[in-house]
């Protein structure tokens, strides 16, 4: 007993080293994600404000700027629009396109894939505000849109005005449609191309194959990307302030965009805080069900 060594063990050393690399990365993360949504928290309680009496004093005012945005009606109508932005630019827009042109693409030569990649690239590598002014030129009363169905004999029409939610539908499926292509490309290109033969010798068609086996082949990868694009969308704010400014009226006003409303233009931080708490809930709720999908 005299003669034991009293120093750590080794095997206990060897578990604690692993924890000497993860402490940057800790480190960042608390200081970078977890304070902001800590502070945002408590903010949410309070009435923060960049001007008039809230300005002077910051006083604690518990659920109020809760109650306030629950009976505020534009707050449900900013649900809805970004419901439907999400579902129409993200889960259908996004990710219908960007498989189609995976398909379409596989099995292609090179230069074909490399002509048709970098013309979808072209949209995701742009910076969104460059992208939005782009768009707003195609969709405006001069715009090449009208400017194509004159050139046809039909009547311009104001599309930011009359259609505003599907220009900026349209305008987000095109910035972002690249990132799902990728990715789908990728997943394709896994695909065994020994289980399509056999299908196609056993008699199977193109929908068979496609419905039977390549999209079960390829499931993990369809939930993931549908994740990452959900959050992505979710958070879209250049775009459609560039572009309609949550207009005409409220019809595309979404979370962010109201919330920036809220926060920065109106100056009620404290109410914009909570508007961005329930964005962020949001966005958990979607992501606690796309992991419980990709665990079936």
């Not at 060594?5 to 993860?22: A, D, E, G, H, Q």
């Not at 219908?96 to 990649?117: N, T």
């Not at 970098?118 to 001069?142: H, K, M, N, Q, R």
Request: hydrophobic share 50%.
């Amino acid at each position: 007993m005299g003669g034991a060594s009293v120093s750590t063990p080794y095997w206990k050393r060897k578990n604690i080293t692993w924890l000497y690399f993860l402490l940057p990365s800790i480190a960042i993360m608390l200081l970078f994600f977890i304070y902001p949504i800590l502070l945002t928290f408590f903010y949410s309680f309070t009435n923060l404000a960049l001007t008039g009496e809230a300005a002077k004093e910051l006083k604690f005012v518990g659920l109020d700027n809760y109650t306030r945005m629950f009976q505020d009606p534009t707050v449900r109508v900013s649900i809805w629009n970004t419901l439907v932005f999400l579902i129409g630019s993200a889960v259908i827009g996004q990710q219908v396109l960007g498989f189609l042109i995976a398909m379409l693409m596989k099995h292609k030569k090179k230069v074909f894939r490399r002509v048709i990649g970098t013309v979808v690239l072209a949209g995701w590598v742009t910076p969104e505000i460059v992208c939005a002014l782009c768009l707003y030129s195609f969709f405006g009363d001069e715009g090449t849109l009208n400017a194509i169905l004159s050139f046809f004999g039909i009547s311009a029409v104001t599309w930011l005005y009359t259609v505003p939610m599907l220009t900026v539908i349209l305008a987000n499926i095109w910035h972002g449609t690249a990132f799902s292509m990728l990715v789908f490309q990728a997943a394709l290109d896994d695909v065994p191309n020994e289980i399509e033969e056999a299908a196609v010798v056993d008699g199977a068609s193109r929908m068979q194959i496609l419905f039977r086996i390549t999209i079960p082949y390829i499931k993990e990868t369809i939930t993931t990307n549908m994740m990452l694009v959900t959050l992505q969308t979710l958070g879209v704010f250049g775009l459609i302030d560039a572009m309609t400014g949550g207009g005409p009226g409220t019809s595309t006003m979404t979370l962010p965009i109201f919330m920036y409303n809220q926060a920065f233009v109106n100056y009620q931080l404290g109410y914009g805080t909570a508007i961005s708490l329930l964005l962020l809930l949001i966005g958990i709720v979607l992501s606690l069900f796309y992991i419980r999908s990709l665990k079936d």
